[in-house]
């Protein structure tokens, strides 16, 4: 069986799905999206991509294309059509179909909505994260409003081939003061020298992961402690542990960065409990 994609109101077999040629997604990277991971057919921290959603329409002044009922509705049939249990689901939403021109079009136009639906392998994810993953790091180069989650991604896109050509799954983003930011679609952290968990704090210029806030409550019910200190690539190749977050990662360990190893070179202790306490929750909390 085919995928079924829905875009603009219908649910079309994926490979003859098509948008218009002035979609202003398509020619101005004029959209945002969401990712939501699945398990057994359910949203995972639906909510919180739910929210993201409309915060990022909000600062780019896209109107809502439907209520939130509406949405779930739709996305859930995407899912049912699809017949996928455990995957992800991928929402675009564009600012229209205009003739072209940078500026917002004069008269409003209805917002270009498109779902896919992907099934994940995740007997394979788990044997990926039990090895772990390499990392590269690569400077800053974004704009500054990383926290939209708009689907404007050529820096990302370099910097995820940089690190593919590299034999690595993520590259992390180091800023003009030395710091890591984030990774090319993951949000990046280390447990430290001294045994501290950390990770930039939201403030910084990164995209405020989902996966990263349900972990960082999962780790305080645990009773262990994040500290939202910036660290820099040094302070990751003298890390115990690494790891990166998000719905396509959950939380998977980096064993490497820049082809240094990181601790003992495998997976940590800390990194494992963490994944395998974020996918409880996941699991426990998804609609
Ligand atoms: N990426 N930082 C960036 C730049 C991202 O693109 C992502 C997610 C994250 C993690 O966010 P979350 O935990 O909400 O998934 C951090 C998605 C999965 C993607 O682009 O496919």
């Not at 991509?49 to 780019?60: D, K, M, Q, T």
């Not at 590269?136 to 974004?142: K, L, M």
């Not at 690539?233 to 003298?238: T, V």
């Amino acid at each position: 069986m085919g995928r079924i994609a829905y875009v603009n109101g219908r649910f079309v077999r994926q490979a003859e799905a098509c948008v218009h040629i002035e979609d202003r997604g398509l020619q101005l990277a004029d959209a945002v999206y969401e990712v939501w991971a699945l398990f057994d057919g359910r949203l995972a921290d639906a909510e919180g991509h739910f929210a993201r959603l409309n915060r990022s329409l909000g600062e780019l002044r896209i109107a809502e294309p439907m209520s939130r009922a509406a949405l779930t509705v739709v996305i859930r049939e995407a899912i049912r059509r699809n017949r996928v249990r455990d995957g992800l689901v991928y929402l675009q939403v564009s600012r229209g179909v205009a003739p072209r021109d940078h500026a917002f079009p004069k008269t409003p136009t209805p917002p270009g909505v498109i779902v896919t639906v992907k099934a994940v392998d995740r007997a394979a994810a788990e044997a990926k994260a039990a090895k772990g993953v390499g990392a590269v790091t690569t400077p800053e180069n974004r704009w500054g409003r990383c926290d939209i989650k708009s689907v404007s991604l050529l820096p990302n896109v370099l910097a995820r081939q940089q690190a593919a050509e590299a034999g690595a799954a993520e590259a992390w983003f180091v800023d003009d003061l030395g710091f890591v930011t984030e990774g090319a679609a993951s949000n990046a952290w280390i447990v430290d020298a001294d045994g501290r968990l950390r990770t930039r704090d939201t403030n910084a210029n990164i995209l405020r992961g989902i996966t990263r806030f349900t972990l960082i409550d999962v780790i305080r019910d645990v009773g262990m402690v994040v500290d939202e200190r910036p660290f820099t690539p040094a302070d990751a190749y003298a890390a115990k542990e690494a790891f990166m977050t998000g719905a396509g990662a959950l939380v998977t360990p980096i064993v490497s960065l820049d082809g240094r190893p990181i601790g003992d070179g495998v997976p940590g202790p800390v990194a494992t409990r963490l994944r395998s306490l974020y996918i409880e929750r996941a699991k426990a909390t998804a609609i």
